[in-house]
């Protein structure tokens, strides 16, 4: 069965969160765990919009905190499916930190998770694709193989010598 395609920008999650007291560490920063569960729930909002089921956390990429988000600042994350797969969808989330009185941002990090759609019986459903419209979806979209492939062997899913879309970075196509 085919489903029909859904453009990445209306999965597009906006996430607003101000930094208390009790999200931060002895330096007044905010944790990273926290940070991380606010892009986890941003993403999965992303991937419900787009596939209009429920869904899990399958895998969260390589994560580097950039800058220090402070106590009284606020936080954004923006979320948007990048593409779909057979039952797994690659989110990406960009996130900044922003003085609400200087009125200034700044950027935290970036970083791409994956989600399954699960059907009401728990098991692993098909996913609408994705169209990629703007030059950065775009560009998204094309890598998006590359990284799944590498998260794949990262996870134990998938060997390397089946990674043909990582391999042909590194060889010249005879
Ligand atoms: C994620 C989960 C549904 C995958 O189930 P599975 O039976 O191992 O997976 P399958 O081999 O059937 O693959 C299902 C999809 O998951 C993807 N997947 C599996 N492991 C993955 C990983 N480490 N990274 C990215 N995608 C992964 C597969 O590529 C496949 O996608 P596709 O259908 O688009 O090709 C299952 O491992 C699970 O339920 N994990 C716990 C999820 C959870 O509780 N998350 C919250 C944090 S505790």
Not at 14 to 25: F, I, Y
Not at 77 to 85: G, H, L, N
Not at 134 to 161: D, T, V, Y
Request: glycine share 6%.
């Amino acid at each position: 069965m085919t489903l029909t395609p859904k453009k990445a920008h209306d999965s597009l999650v906006q996430m607003t969160e101000l930094v208390l007291p009790n999200d931060t560490n002895t330096f007044g920063n905010l944790m990273g765990g926290r940070l991380m569960y606010w892009m986890d729930i941003a993403a999965a909002l992303a991937c419900m919009k787009h596939c209009a089921a429920p869904v899990v956390t399958a895998s969260v990429d390589n994560i580097s905190f950039e800058n220090p988000i402070k106590l009284g600042n606020v936080v954004h994350i923006e979320a948007i499916v990048t593409r779909a797969f057979n039952t797994s969808i690659e989110v990406h989330m960009k996130v900044w930190g922003e003085d609400p009185v200087l009125q200034y941002r700044y950027k935290s990090n970036e970083a791409f998770m994956t989600f399954v759609a699960l059907d009401p019986n728990g098991k692993s459903r098909p996913v609408p694709p994705v169209v990629a419209e703007s030059e950065e979806e775009k560009k998204l979209f094309e890598g998006a193989l590359r990284r799944r492939q590498l998260r794949l062997i990262l996870g134990g899913k998938m060997k390397p010598a089946d990674a043909g879309e990582l391999k042909a970075l590194f060889y010249e196509q005879q």
